[in-house]
């Protein structure tokens, strides 16, 4: 199977795990367990251009306002849509260590709602947008039904390493989400 195959099937599987934030907060760890690794997609159905001045609260917020005014009609922009919402972020969360665990579920809700200033944030709560404009879908490395895509793309490669390069090698296959800073 080859890096592409395994991008496509990434995609299938991240599709399936579609929901609203409304959904996503009030189930918790029944739709994502915590300490999970893997990666993430948020989408909204709100149309960012016609948004136009998005408020920033602190420096580590994403700059939606920049962002969508620099990037608006550019070819290789994300516009991977399902329903009538369309991807505009994705990252990756999770990693386990001995002195601290940190998870894929616990990176979705630091994108929803953080005054961390060390992290990189949506936001979306704080910015006061309504949350059933937005969705998230995730891959999850950890889930059984993943095991196999997992083996191979873990030789030789640490969690960081290959998650770090399906997210790269995701945005190059399917459009580089708007709001992504890099």
Excluded at 67 to 91: M, P
Excluded at 126 to 141: I, K, M, P, Q, Y
Aim: glycine share 4%; hydrophobic share 35%.
């Amino acid at each position: 199977m080859n890096y592409k195959d395994i991008l496509h099937q990434i995609e299938q599987s991240q599709t399936n795990t579609f929901c609203t934030l409304d959904i996503f907060l009030s189930s918790g760890t029944l739709i994502l367990p915590k300490y999970r690794r893997g990666l993430y997609w948020l989408w909204t159905r709100l149309d960012l251009v016609v948004q136009n001045q998005i408020k920033e609260n602190h420096k580590s917020e994403v700059p939606i306002t920049k962002l969508v005014q620099q990037r608006s009609g550019l070819a290789h922009i994300c516009e991977v849509k399902k329903d009538d919402f369309t991807i505009v972020y994705n990252g990756k969360g999770g990693y386990l260590n001995n002195s601290r665990s940190f998870g894929l579920r616990e990176r979705i809700l630091q994108e929803l709602n953080s005054n961390d200033f060390r992290t990189g944030t949506l936001n979306i709560c704080n910015r006061n947008f309504n949350s059933a404009d937005w969705a998230v879908s995730f891959f999850d490395f950890d889930a059984q039904e993943n095991h196999e895509i997992v083996q191979l793309l873990q030789t030789d490669n640490t969690y960081q390493e290959y998650a770090a390069d399906i997210e790269k090698l995701w945005r190059l296959e399917f459009g580089h989400p708007i709001l992504c800073r890099y």
